[in-house]
């Protein structure tokens, strides 16, 4: 008697069946939990976080799921998960060349890398977005011709032209102006400016084309002796001789 005579042929097709799916499952994509070991810019190395059992999870290298316009710091120890496409992601990643088939894959092939939030991390208050990086953050044009650069005890900002608009505009410390100062009139609803001294100029002020430090006065019926006399207030345009 023949082996398909002893096992029955229906039993034999659903055995193979079984198997090919227990196979295509076997080397379908991992989403596992994992922490990264090294980085290079959005492309990172994983170490899959699982316990021994009978399986061996190799580090790998794959994309982060975000965009060319948001760029993660991602630290070497940062724990995420490992999500599973349907087909390969290494020519969509720069990983690999070529484009994407449905042919079977490596069970590592087709995975990206995505953080996972920690209750261990500080609070933050819920009703803002919190942007933030190991040295700082920076906020760019794609030609870098405008930037805003904050590091520990820094903001840089970088442009052409800062326009800033409130009613009040508060700046308490030193401030240092380091270039010429103007006023638009076409921008201005008010031109009169107060101040509240003391205030030290070290070099000229000219206003009205008047010289503050060197501008003469005219003084009329000088009389000899100890008598005070009013003079003219300054004339505009006229200078020290």
Known sequence: MSDSQKFPFGKALSNTIQTQADDRAAISGRSLPCHVVAVSGQIVTVQ?????????YPQIT???????????????????????????????????????????VASLTPLFFIPLSNAGWTAEDPNKIVLYGPDGAIIKTADGASTITVE???????????????????????????????QDPGEMTSTTATFIGPMNVTDDVVAGGV???????????????GATIPSKPPTPGVSEP
């Open 48 to 56: 899959f976080d699982m316990l021994p059992d009978g399986k061996q």
């Open 152 to 182: 520990p005890g820094k903001i840089t900002e970088k442009a052409d032209a800062i326009h800033m608009e409130a009613k009040d505009i508060y700046l308490k410390g030193i401030i240092h102006m380091n270039g010429p100062i103007v």
């Open 62 to 104: 794959i994309p982060v799921a975000t965009f060319e316009y948001l760029r993660y710091p991602i630290q070497k120890g940062d724990k995420g998960v490992t999500v599973a496409a349907d087909v390969s992601l290494r020519g969509i990643s720069g990983l690999g060349t070529g484009i994407a088939s449905a042919s079977f």
């Open 211 to 225: 010289s503050l430090i060197g501008h003469p006065h005219d003084v009329e019926g000088v009389e000899p002796g």
